[in-house]
């Protein structure tokens, strides 16, 4: 009988800092399942919030979605009918061991999961949601075995790999579809994203004496890979594997996916130094200029830069207008991030 305990793990940080790179590493060790995004958290239910408590229709509703962005992605669409069955069966499952018209939403999340098909004696499951870290503190209280890990980049790269985003649909992503092509090009402007870092970083930054949160550099773990996942799996209760280091290289927002090519790249870190413009360079340094000081990331802009904020100004109303009606719900989330303070903790 397979063993259905499970901790979970919450991989973490702003957009485009690397949690995807790092849960692909995750994935190879083991004793880890890695699961992609599944946006479980502030769409199905914000943890912030009172538990919902959903009755027995809903609840196999959020299982059928939550098991469809498993197995598909989050780009998914409505749940299939596999996806529905077998939500049917667990919630069905979950009523026999204890009957009740109740079911939290975050046993429902956990219990989903413990008993995916997929898994095979792993006892860690990640979820690979970045903006999990506006929920850090609540979720590492609603799961107590649970660990968080942030991956903290440098802005400005972020900014970079956020500004090229869009062209994944050429760059290996071929199921990308046009719609969320649009969507990622109205969302980006270099104020919006730089706040947004900001906030994640900060957020999990009040983290930093919790036993159960882990916070590591991206550009720590591209030069120095062996040393950075050595510590990581020490804080994870698992030995080292030489396996996490053989990686396929692929997910960036600008380079082609390879998955022939394998390993840990420190290529990308310095991009945006050749690439991103000065004005948003400028933006992320003048309104990021404390946190980056304190993470160690050196300023760059010179006083001559100036004049490049006209255009990313310019363009302000324009992608605040253009967010909106790409993507109402994301905007919403994104600004309950912005605006709420998140649980702080003792």
Not at 49 to 55: E, R
Request: glycine share 6%; proline share 6%.
């Amino acid at each position: 009988m397979r063993n259905m305990e499970c901790q979970l793990l919450f991989v973490v940080g702003a957009s485009r800092s690397g949690t995807t790179m790092l849960n692909r590493i995750l994935g190879q060790h083991p004793a880890v399942l890695a699961l992609n995004e599944l946006h479980f958290f502030g769409e199905l239910w914000d943890p912030r919030q009172q538990d919902p408590n959903w009755n027995r229709a809903t609840a196999e509703d959020a299982a059928a979605v939550l098991l469809q962005r498993v197995r598909h992605g989050i780009f998914s669409g409505v749940p299939d009918a596999d996806a529905r069955e077998q939500a049917g069966r667990l919630i069905a499952d979950l009523y026999q061991q204890q009957p009740t018209d109740n079911f939290p939403a975050a046993a429902l999340f956990h219990y989903v999961l413990s008993h995916l098909p997929e898994r095979d004696g792993e006892m860690l499951i990640t979820d690979q949601t970045p903006r999990n870290i506006f929920y850090a503190a609540e979720l590492l209280e609603q799961f107590p075995e649970s660990r968080v890990v942030q991956i903290v980049r440098d802005p400005r790269a972020v900014l970079f790999s956020q500004r090229k985003r869009w062209t994944k649909k050429w760059r290996g992503a071929a199921s990308m579809p046009w719609k969320n092509v649009l969507r990622v090009l109205a969302n980006y402007h270099p104020l919006t994203m730089i706040k947004l870092w900001i906030k994640a970083v900060r957020q999990g930054r009040k983290l930093k004496d919790h036993p159960r949160y882990h916070e590591l550099k991206f550009e720590s773990l591209t030069q120095e890979p062996e040393e950075q996942l050595t510590s990581l799996c020490s804080f994870l209760d698992i030995p080292f594997d030489e396996r996490m280091l053989d990686v396929p290289q692929v997910g960036s927002s600008h380079s082609e996916h390879n998955i022939e090519k394998r390993g840990i790249s420190a290529s990308y870190s310095a991009d945006w130094r050749d690439h991103l413009p000065k004005g948003d360079i400028l933006i992320a340094e003048k309104t990021a200029a404390g946190l980056m000081q304190e993470l160690g990331y050196e300023p760059v802009a010179r006083s001559g830069w100036y004049p490049w904020l006209v255009l990313p100004l310019l363009r302000l109303p324009l992608h605040v207008l253009g967010a909106v009606i790409a993507n109402p719900k994301r905007t919403l989330i994104q600004l309950r991030a912005l605006l709420g303070g998140g649980k702080e903790t003792q």
